[in-house]
């Protein structure tokens, strides 16, 4: 978020949850972050890039939730970019729209992502049209530098190849 500001991007933290969100670091809370917009008032239409978080706790969370996963799924319907790290990928498995997209992550969620069909690797930033991701903090200044590049770039052309399929 601070690269995103400090690069003059208009940042939005959207939640299902109003007034606050936090943070977890590595065994206890640290910042809070006010909400600027409710999900169920969030329309995916008005923004260009979706940067989900990382940690445990909050992806955790997300991937139970409906409209977020709806949420996330129309940035990869539409080819916008998207960007997620950590576990922050844990909420686009639940698209079922990952299959054949090469993708890295924290170490655990590598068997998670390659049963959803995922080429998973280890390196710390992977770009696959549009969708960006990244292991753990360790990898932050790859990672800002990439979602700055992709926002650049603006909207991917979708191929199709990528299918919502229910179920999964």
């Known amino acids: 978020m601070n ?13 299902p949850q109003s007034d606050k969100v936090k ?12 909400v600027d917009k ?4 969030a329309n995916p239409e008005e923004y260009d890039m979706l940067l989900l978080p990382g940690g445990v706790l909050n ?6 939730n409906k ?10 319907e539409q080819g916008k970019p998207l960007a997620a790290i950590c576990h922050g990928p844990q909420t686009l498995i639940e698209t079922g729209m ?9 170490p655990s969620l590598q068997t998670d992502l390659k049963n959803a069909g995922v080429n998973w690797v280890d390196k710390e930033v ?3 049209n549009g969708l960006v991701t990244s292991r753990k903090p360790d990898d932050l200044e790859a990672f800002n530098k990439k979602v700055l590049e992709e926002l650049a770039e ?14 999964r």
């Open 126 to 128: 992977v770009t696959d």
């Open 98 to 106: 990952l299959d054949g997209r090469t993708m890295t992550s924290y």
């Open 59 to 64: 992806p955790d969370k997300l991937r139970q």
């Open 67 to 76: 409209k977020a996963v709806q949420f996330a799924q129309h940035f990869l």
């Open 23 to 34: 943070a977890w670091d590595t065994d206890h809370w640290s910042i809070e972050l006010p």
């Open 38 to 41: 409710l999900l169920d008032n």
């Open 154 to 167: 603006g909207q991917h052309a979708t191929t199709g190849q990528f299918t919502h399929q229910q179920g």
């Open 3 to 15: 690269a995103l500001e400090k690069a003059g991007v208009e940042v939005h933290i959207i939640s």
